[in-house]
T-cell receptor
Framework: DVKVTQSSRYLVKRTGEKVFLECVQD?????MFWYRQDPGLGLRLIYF???????EKGDIPEGYSVSREKKERFSLILESASTNQTSMYLC??????????FGPGTRLTVL | AQSVTQLDSQVPVFEEAPVELRCNYS??????LFWYVQYPNQGLQLLLK??????LVKGINGFEAEFNKSQTSFHLRKPSVHISDTAEYFC???????????FGTGTRLLVSP
């Protein structure tokens, strides 16, 4: 079974802090994705990566950056957290261009 | 660009009743179609997918969906729901040449005794 793990299930940070969300997959997948999930808005793509050190902007990249130094790890970085970044963050990975496998999510609260 | 519409934000149903969750999409090119389920406090799990071939697709937990190209729909159905089916259901599309998924806003299925 594919396993996608995220470093924290719940995280509370203060406005202006730098926040790192980590995602690790164990299936040697090429593609990795970061989404945020908000009520009534579904999932929105922040960034994705199709190879080590490669990244592509998704639909809502503003205020975020990413890092992929190793194939199995994809990090989402909030350079200066703001209250409007309070959300559920979901990481996913895929090999082919169809099924994505999701992690359990990190619920981030920015105070 | 592709888009997905899930018109029903919430669907209440009694246990053992049939259910249909609606999904319509918009795309100028052929797409792949997916249904994912999210149980409380968990990530998303694939229910079923349509890539090509038979338009009736069977998934896990007794769910099925039918791809209707003329109506650009991919509705999810189950003939008899259980309490344990209470969850949020997301429809998604992708273009075969791209890696990205576009999700609908989700439908919360509430099954009561």
């Amino acid at each position: 079974d594919v396993k996608v793990t995220q470093s924290s299930r719940y995280l509370v940070k203060r406005t202006g802090e730098k926040v790192f969300l980590e995602c690790v997959q164990d299936m040697d997948h090429e593609n990795m994705f970061w989404y945020r999930q908000d009520p009534g808005l579904g999932l929105r793509l922040i960034y994705f990566s199709y190879d080590v050190k490669m990244k592509e902007k998704g639909d809502i990249p503003e205020g975020y950056s990413v890092s992929r130094e190793k194939k199995e790890r994809f990090s989402l970085i909030l350079e200066s957290a703001s209250t409007n970044q309070t959300s559920m963050y979901l990481c996913a990975s895929s090999e082919s261009r169809d099924v994505q496998f999701f992690g359990p999510g990190t619920r981030l609260t920015v105070l | 660009a592709q888009s997905v519409t899930q018109l029903d934000s919430q669907v209440p149903v009694f246990e053992e009743a049939p259910v249909e969750l609606r999904c319509n999409y918009s795309s100028s090119v052929s797409v792949y179609l997916f249904w994912y389920v999210q149980y409380p406090n968990q990530g998303l799990q694939l229910l079923l997918k349509y890539l090509s071939g038979s338009t009736l697709v069977k998934g896990i937990n007794g769910f099925e969906a039918e791809f209707n190209k003329s109506q650009t729909s991919f509705h999810l159905r189950k003939p008899s729901v259980h309490i344990s089916d209470t969850a949020e259901y997301f429809c998604a599309v992708s273009v075969p040449s791209l890696q990205k998924l576009v999700f609908g806003t989700g439908t919360r299925l509430l099954v009561s005794p």
